[in-house]
């Protein structure tokens, strides 16, 4: 069964400082793994993707995430955080079960991201 | 293309009242699915698809009801609204690469008030 953890469900930032959202996954086979971003009262909307090439991918806005298969972790960071990066993101996950035929995402719970000014 | 797109975006009803949400996509994705959204809770499952006629439930099921005879729509049908499904309800649909699903694009939900 797949699972994924995102640790601290509020992440508060100065602006200019470094964002790091942790994420660590639990699945039996390599996943794709995504990060999503829902600015209040919208929808979500895709960050970036993992889906076994490079293992340091970008995404819009400036941030970027690396797998780390030997820590089940997907970190999302950004080197200088901005007062319209304050949003919530959620982590996600995805793999077949055993038989191959059952096909989900799996979300983390989010993580709110506050930057002060 | 206008991707996923949901209608009412926001809706109150009467406890038992009925209602359905609409979800329609012109990506001509096989999968689609409906989540729903709480404060602290993120996003939960609730019915799925993985093609037109089939359907499968997710991990709260319960008092709702979905049918998918067309690739493009798939509707959520709350059977006797209760307080307890006063959500934000999104709707999504992916496709699948290399025995895996990909990357879900959302519509912009429905905010529900069941009062």
């Known amino acids: 069964a797949q699972s994924v953890t995102q640790l601290g469900s509020h992440v508060s930032v100065s602006e200019g400082a470094l964002v790091l959202l942790r994420c660590n996954y639990s699945s039996s086979v390599p996943p794709y793994l995504f990060w999503y971003v829902q600015y209040p009262n919208q929808g979500l909307q895709l960050l970036l993707k993992y889906t076994s090439a490079a293992t340091l991918v970008k995404g819009i806005n400036g941030f970027e995430a690396e797998f780390k298969k030997s820590e089940t972790s997907f970190h999302l960071t950004k080197p200088s955080a901005h007062m319209s990066d304050a949003a919530e993101y959620f982590c996600a996950v995805s793999s077949p079960n055993s038989g191959g035929s059952n096909y989900k995402l799996t979300f983390g719970k989010g993580t709110l991201l506050t930057v002060n000014p | 293309n206008a991707g996923v797109t949901q209608t009412p975006k926001f809706q109150v009803l009467k406890t038992g009242q009925s209602m359905t949400l609409q979800c329609a996509q012109d990506m001509n994705h096989e999968y689609m699915s409906w989540y729903r959204q709480d404060p602290g809770m993120g996003l939960r499952l609730i019915h799925y698809s993985v093609g037109a006629g089939i359907t499968d439930q997710g991990e709260v099921p319960n008092g709702y009801n979905v049918s998918r005879s067309t690739t493009e729509d798939f509707p959520l049908r709350l059977l006797s609204a209760a307080p307890s499904q006063t959500s934000v309800y999104f709707c999504?649909?992916?496709?699948?690469?290399?025995?895996?699903?990909?990357?879900?694009?959302f519509g912009p939900g429905t905010r529900l008030t069941v009062l």
């Open positions: 999504a649909s992916s496709y699948k690469s290399s025995g895996r699903l990909n990357e879900q694009f």
